[in-house]
């Protein structure tokens, strides 16, 4: 069988304008294609998914959810691909952590469209989830075998936060951007991170200080379905509150029914995200208010998860 390969939805207009026929997620076993056992064996394992665009399909792919992953760059492209809710079941799926939480500084629009999901069953039976607190368009770096993001003949890798070869990994990637930059006081203006430890220790300094806790809770809530008129009245709530002007009340953690939803949480894990793919990640629904800097650099880095 195939190594684990990261599926990556694109929207469906990039799919139809790619004309070269190569798609970055790519692989149909060569098992299923010999015989009719073989073929047995490998479905055992997968199941075989066919994009359609227009009514027409465009793409079909093996999906292995033991060994492959799905890459959501857009939660609003995800909602056009319809059917996930039949080959979920023991998959990873990778999202972008801040359109799946609502805060201060993005307001509700994009926690909307991730809740949508989640009620609508397209998470159903995910195993793990995880949550890119970076993503890096990456294409000219190259490493060493022991330090490559993206593994054999990979497109889109994936890091976790806690993994001991981030710093070696990240290194080329920020000379790369220095080297882009004309003078000192022009880098100095776009990059706040100097160093790979610097940018590693702010972003486990984001994920500790509420980003956990605030995809926790909008994965909790959206499995509760309660009216709105219940939620202060609700033995369910607390009395802390979060949120787009502070609208949003956290969960009561040592309520049964919250415990038990707790036990049925995928497991989460903040990772960094190497895309080296050619087709852009679609634009995204500007949500007010919007305090963030979102200029998109090439690298990236001007990106970080700046809240």
Not at 45 to 70: A, T, V, Y
Not at 76 to 97: D, Q
Not at 118 to 132: E, T
Request: charged share 30%; aromatic share 12%.
């Amino acid at each position: 069988m195939p190594q684990g390969k990261v599926i990556y939805l694109h929207s469906k207009i990039d799919y139809l304008k790619d004309h070269s026929g190569r798609y970055p997620s790519f692989g149909i076993p060569e098992l299923s294609l010999v015989c009719r056992e073989s073929k047995m064996i490998a479905s055992k394992w997968g199941i075989g998914l066919r994009f359609c665009g227009f009514d027409q399909p465009i793409h079909c792919e093996w999906f292995d959810p033991r060994r492959d992953s799905i890459y959501i760059p857009s939660i609003h492209i995800f909602k056009g691909w319809h059917g996930w809710r039949k080959c979920m079941g023991g998959a990873t799926v990778i999202l972008n952590v801040l359109e799946t939480v609502e805060d201060q500084y993005r307001g509700r629009l994009p926690s909307k469209a991730f809740k949508w999901a989640i009620q609508s069953g397209y998470f159903d039976g995910v195993r793990s989830i995880d949550l890119a607190m970076l993503t890096i368009k990456c294409r000219g770096v190259s490493w060493d075998k022991e330090h490559d993001a993206y593994g054999e003949e990979g497109h889109v890798g994936v890091v976790g936060l806690d993994d001991k070869r981030l710093p070696a990994i990240l290194r080329p990637v920020f000379d790369a951007v220095r080297g882009g930059y004309r003078d000192r006081m022009d880098l100095l203006r776009h990059i706040a991170h100097r160093r790979p430890s610097c940018l590693l220790k702010h972003l486990h300094g984001e994920w500790n200080r509420d980003l956990k806790f605030l995809f926790e809770e909008q994965w909790l809530f959206s499995q509760l379905r309660v009216p709105k008129k219940e939620q202060f009245e609700s033995e369910l709530f607390t009395d802390v509150v979060f949120g787009y002007k502070g609208r949003r009340r956290a969960l009561n953690r040592e309520h049964d029914i919250i415990r038990k939803l707790i036990a049925k949480m995928p497991e989460i894990r903040p990772v960094i995200v190497f895309d080296r793919t050619p087709t852009p990640v679609p634009e995204q629904i500007l949500d007010r208010p919007n305090h963030w800097d979102n200029r998109r650099g090439y690298d990236g880095l001007e990106v970080v998860s700046n809240r």
